[in-house]
């Protein structure tokens, strides 16, 4: 017996049987139904029809979005009112759409972009910056609200925060640090708050793609199950209060993003982020500010394998298929020869790597610690989907 919701566990059965199209397909309906949750919306059983349709490849995704939109036109004409499914449905498609394309760019332009196409039809002003200043009040908060950017400084700040990631090199940094950095630019990104709605799923979408663009393997498991504690960390990255002792921490943040990236299997439930939250009396785990963060040793080796993010990139495709060339590599990286050239050596360096046989017929071959650590993550993932922490009503009782 499975915690999954109902439309997950229909989804589900895609992924455990195992053809790769439709497994990746699953994932990206999975991903994107989750998300509605970070404003408490919920897909009508048409929209999942429509996923399942898609995923058994009897239709594309264009024709599942003009089936939505011709299925809300209809109910519209005859007088039917369903906002909420509406926009669920809508944006669900929409983000499926997005994440099943083999496309990227890192820009604020593409950032509009993807909040445009999510939100077209649905939100006043899609993929334009707010033009006034916004509070929101939050459960997490106790009712009290983030402090968001100005509206005259949405832009300016969203192009600084790009300049700073851009001009930051992942080369050099341990898994940990990364990951930390990674955590750190989303919070950035989704505390400038640049539209008016929709910023904390355009903001997941956009992270889910960059991310992509690295070469990291995603299962976005996490956003599926867990996208309401995501806004919920992002909150509390962004909220100090010092007269009630409250201050701003990444933890919880750090928490769900070494999950999603290092296979870590913190307990991701809403309570422990409420600024109220105090240790049980059962004993259970207070998770405050000042608490120490947990290491994540889910790795064998934990967060502490010896390989930077684009080295872990390079050790994930090998590892499925060790018999790709660097120009193959490069392709499927993003990046030039010469600089898979220069990561396969360093890993062969550290002894994460080696090379069996010749240039022409060879092989690469990841280390047994490598090994372990992938079928580890693999593991976890597994074990994820067929068990739940808590649900979205669960967290704010």
Same mark, same amino acid.
Request: charge should be negative; charged fraction near 30%.
């Given at each position: 017996?499975?915690?999954?919701?109902?439309?997950? #566990?229909?989804?589900?059965? =895609?992924?455990?049987?195992?053809?790769?199209?439709?497994?990746?397909?699953?994932?990206?309906?999975?991903?994107?139904?989750?998300?509605?949750?970070?404003?408490?919306?919920?897909?009508?059983?048409?929209?999942?029809?429509?996923?399942?349709?898609?995923?058994?490849?009897?239709?594309?995704?264009?024709?599942?979005?003009?089936?939505?939109?011709?299925?809300?036109?209809?109910?519209?004409?005859?007088?039917? /009112?369903?906002?909420?499914?509406?926009?669920?449905?809508?944006?669900?498609?929409?983000?499926?759409?997005?994440?099943?394309?083999?496309?990227?760019?890192?820009?604020?332009?593409?950032?509009?972009?993807?909040?445009?196409?999510?939100?077209?039809?649905?939100?006043?002003?899609?993929?334009?910056?707010?033009?006034?200043?916004?509070?929101?009040?939050?459960?997490?908060?106790?009712?009290?609200?983030?402090? =968001?950017?100005?509206?005259?400084?949405?832009?300016?700040?969203?192009? =600084?925060? #790009?300049?700073?990631?851009?001009?930051? @090199?992942?080369?050099?940094?341990?898994?940990?640090?990364?990951?930390?950095?990674?955590?750190?630019?989303?919070? %950035?990104?989704?505390?400038?708050?640049?539209?008016?709605?929709?910023?904390?799923?355009?903001? /997941?979408?956009?992270?889910?793609?960059?991310?992509?663009?690295?070469?990291?393997?995603?299962?976005?498991?996490? #956003?599926?199950?867990?996208?309401?504690?995501?806004?919920?960390?992002?909150?509390?990255?962004?909220?100090?209060?010092?007269?009630?002792?409250?201050?701003?921490?990444?933890?919880?943040?750090?928490?769900? #993003?070494?999950?999603?990236?290092?296979? /870590?299997?913190?307990?991701?439930?809403?309570?422990?982020?409420?600024?109220?939250?105090?240790?049980?009396?059962?004993?259970?785990?207070?998770?405050?500010?000042?608490?120490?963060?947990?290491?994540?040793?889910?790795? %064998?080796?934990?967060?502490?394998?010896?390989?930077?993010?684009?080295?872990?990139?390079?050790?994930?495709?090998?590892?499925? *298929? %060790?018999?790709?060339?660097?120009?193959?590599?490069?392709?499927?990286?993003?990046?030039?020869?010469?600089?898979?050239?220069?990561?396969?050596?360093?890993?062969?360096?550290?002894?994460?790597?080696?090379?069996? %046989?010749?240039?022409?017929?060879?092989?690469?071959?990841?280390?047994?610690?490598?090994?372990?650590?992938?079928?580890?993550?693999?593991?976890? @993932?597994?074990?994820?989907?067929?068990?739940?922490? *808590? @649900?979205?009503?669960?967290?704010?009782?």
């Amino acid at each position: 017996m499975t915690d999954l919701k109902p439309w997950a #566990f229909e989804l589900e059965a =895609y992924i455990r049987e195992g053809e790769p199209d439709r497994a990746r397909k699953a994932e990206v309906w999975q991903t994107a139904i989750g998300l509605q949750a970070v404003d408490g919306l919920e897909v009508s059983e048409y929209l999942i029809d429509t996923a399942k349709e898609h995923i058994e490849g009897k239709i594309d995704s264009l024709d599942a979005r003009r089936r939505i939109d011709g299925y809300y036109e209809q109910r519209r004409s005859r007088g039917i /009112a369903e906002e909420d499914i509406e926009e669920a449905d809508k944006v669900s498609q929409r983000i499926a759409e997005i994440l099943g394309e083999d496309t990227f760019q890192f820009s604020p332009a593409a950032l509009m972009a993807i909040h445009k196409r999510l939100f077209t039809g649905i939100i006043k002003g899609a993929g334009e910056v707010r033009p006034y200043n916004i509070t929101k009040k939050e459960w997490v908060l106790a009712g009290e609200t983030v402090l =968001y950017a100005p509206c005259e400084l949405v832009w300016e700040s969203l192009k =600084y925060d #790009f300049e700073q990631e851009a001009s930051f @090199s992942y080369a050099d940094v341990s898994l940990a640090e990364a990951v930390a950095h990674i955590a750190k630019f989303a919070s %950035g990104i989704w505390q400038i708050h640049p539209f008016r709605e929709g910023n904390t799923r355009t903001t /997941a979408v956009f992270v889910i793609k960059y991310l992509s663009s690295k070469g990291l393997v995603v299962t976005n498991d996490e #956003f599926k199950e867990h996208s309401w504690y995501f806004r919920n960390a992002l909150v509390r990255a962004n909220y100090t209060d010092f007269q009630k002792g409250v201050h701003a921490t990444f933890r919880y943040l750090d928490r769900f #993003f070494e999950n999603l990236l290092l296979g /870590a299997k913190h307990e991701l439930k809403n309570r422990y982020l409420h600024v109220d939250y105090r240790q049980m009396a059962n004993g259970e785990e207070s998770q405050s500010a000042s608490a120490a963060v947990p290491k994540c040793n889910t790795w %064998g080796a934990g967060c502490t394998l010896d390989c930077t993010l684009d080295e872990l990139a390079v050790l994930r495709l090998l590892a499925a *298929d %060790g018999s790709l060339t660097q120009k193959a590599l490069a392709s499927q990286l993003g990046i030039s020869e010469r600089t898979v050239k220069t990561r396969t050596v360093r890993l062969q360096e550290k002894g994460l790597l080696r090379r069996d %046989g010749g240039k022409r017929s060879g092989r690469w071959i990841v280390s047994d610690e490598v090994e372990a650590a992938l079928q580890i993550k693999e593991k976890v @993932s597994v074990s994820n989907d067929i068990s739940k922490e *808590d @649900s979205h009503h669960d967290s704010a009782n």
